[in-house]
């Protein structure tokens, strides 16, 4: 027999309202009923006090970033510059080390509210290149630290071919080549999926495949029904030597070979021409922006309004983790484009915490994953109302008060598959997370 585990919310987001007192049942990971007007906890009920909203998803990570934090924002320098710094970082990982580092940081994220990630991996193989044992075994280090965290993982697992347009991978990034698409494809097939984990694919940028190699990553993606990711126009450089290399922009070579469509989520879309937002909107192809990297890293403002009027679903990632909280992604893009337009209003709160959870978690293959309803899965996450930040008025009619006051610190619980992760504050598998990543992020740094 099934057993069922109750959730009493003190608020919760009912996807278009807040609603007071309201208990969730949960079985077998997903949520069976939602009980309206229910004032008080129910014996055995769990009670999470304060404003429940369904789990973040945090579309776009690069877990070893994480170790880059404070490191990349002294002085000046460009994202070219910023590049190398990473190289350095990515040189020390071992299967080891990346566990301990990447099993913190999604730990952080956890106690953001985040309950999936979508990690574009691309550190597969020793340094210099050569494959491990276990030609899987960094993937397989991801994939253990996320569930030992106690967070869905969506591992795109990235094709890196080139340092530029046909030329061959540099000395850093031969570690990331498995020097064709198809021995890449062969490698990523004997990756299974989990209960917690799902495999997808991503293309790291029009730089770093060649363009004869973009459809077998394609294929790759779209005969398994699985999501596929690229980074595209993030630096007006990428766009200058696409355009070299093959007159035209990097939008439409992707179009050209057949890697756009509502399975393809293109991170940060920032440089697009308008011939471009067009391709990427009647095709369905979605956009994850990354505000607090592509203002950290001086890449520019994306045009997020003109991408979702084309038809392009809208997502959010946290990337370069200068810092981790999908709060600050959602109002950092209305807050940019009312900066740009010196207008205000361009997303409503509850399309912004749509963007941060529901369509986030489909862009990462979580069908279900990001409501609050009867067979949805049972992933969300509490803030409280009693923080120097949120401390006013109740939030009886909307979300603003988490999109536009809240911060990842005022999360007091997190809910993933019916399991309490994050409970008053505290991980429950990774209790001392300052002091995990301090000690991983130190290892790295030597």
């Known amino acids: 027999m099934t057993s069922t585990t109750t959730y009493w919310m003190e608020h919760a987001w009912l996807d278009t309202y807040v609603e007071p007192g309201v208990a969730v049942d949960v079985s077998d990971g997903r949520i069976t009923a939602v009980r309206k007007g229910v004032d008080t906890p129910e014996a055995g009920a769990l009670a999470l006090r304060g404003l429940t909203l369904p789990g973040l998803s945090n579309a776009h990570s690069h877990a070893?970033?994480?170790?880059?934090?404070?490191?990349?924002?002294?002085?000046?320098?460009?994202?070219?510059?910023?590049?190398?710094?990473?190289?350095?970082?990515?040189?020390?990982l071992t299967p080891d080390s990346y566990y301990a580092l990447a099993r913190a940081v999604y730990a952080e994220m956890a106690l953001a509210g985040i309950t999936s990630v979508g990690e574009f991996h691309y550190v597969h193989h020793a340094p210099g290149g050569t494959p491990y044992a276990d030609p899987n075994a960094m993937g397989a280090a991801l994939i253990a630290a996320a569930e030992d965290a106690g967070i869905r993982l969506t591992l795109l697992d990235t094709a890196y071919l080139s340092s530029g347009f046909g030329a061959p991978p540099n000395s850093h990034q031969l570690r990331f080549s498995d020097g064709t698409a198809q021995r890449w494809a062969e490698r990523v097939s004997g990756l299974a999926d989990s209960a917690l984990v799902r495999h997808g694919a991503a293309i790291h940028s029009v730089r770093a495949v060649p363009a004869a190699e973009l459809a077998t990553v394609a294929r790759w993606a779209q005969d398994r029904g699985a999501p596929l990711h690229v980074h595209l126009s993030?630096?007006?450089?990428?766009?200058?030597?696409?355009?070299?290399?093959?007159?035209?922009?990097?939008?439409?070579?992707?179009?050209?070979?057949?890697?756009?469509?509502?399975?393809?989520?293109?991170?940060?879309?920032?440089?697009?021409?308008?011939?471009?937002?067009?391709?990427?909107?009647?095709?369905?192809?979605?956009?994850?922006?990354?505000?607090?990297?592509?203002?950290?890293?001086?890449?520019?403002?994306?045009?997020?309004?003109?991408?979702?009027?084309?038809?392009?679903?809208?997502?959010?990632?946290?990337?370069?983790?200068?810092?981790?909280?999908?709060?600050?992604?959602?109002?950092?893009?209305?807050?940019?484009?009312r900066l740009r337009t010196r207008t205000r209003g361009h997303w409503t709160a509850a399309a912004l915490l749509r963007a941060a959870s529901a369509d986030g978690h489909a862009a990462l293959g979580w069908a279900g994953a990001g409501v609050i309803e009867p067979g949805a899965l049972a992933d969300f996450t509490t803030i409280a109302l009693d923080t120097v930040r949120t401390a006013g008025p109740v939030p009886i009619l909307g979300a603003e008060t988490a999109v536009f006051a809240a911060t990842g610190a005022d999360v007091r619980h997190t809910v993933v598959g019916g399991r309490h992760v994050v409970r008053d504050g505290t991980h429950a598998s990774v209790p001392d997370t300052a002091h995990a990543l301090s000690a991983s992020i130190a290892a790295l740094h030597g």
Not at 294 to 323: T, Y
């Open 64 to 92: 070893f970033h994480r170790a880059l934090r404070g490191a990349v924002q002294v002085g000046s320098g460009t994202f070219w510059t910023w590049r190398e710094v990473m190289y350095g970082v990515a040189s020390r």
């Open 234 to 337: 993030e630096q007006t450089a990428e766009n200058d030597a696409c355009q070299a290399a093959h007159g035209c922009t990097p939008t439409q070579l992707l179009a050209d070979h057949g890697v756009l469509g509502p399975g393809t989520t293109g991170v940060h879309n920032t440089h697009l021409t308008d011939a471009d937002i067009k391709l990427l909107g009647t095709s369905g192809t979605g956009t994850c922006m990354c505000p607090t990297t592509e203002r950290d890293l001086a890449d520019g403002i994306g045009p997020a309004v003109a991408l979702q009027r084309a038809g392009s679903p809208l997502s959010l990632g946290s990337d370069s983790h200068a810092v981790i909280d999908l709060f600050e992604e959602a109002r950092a893009m209305e807050l940019n484009e």
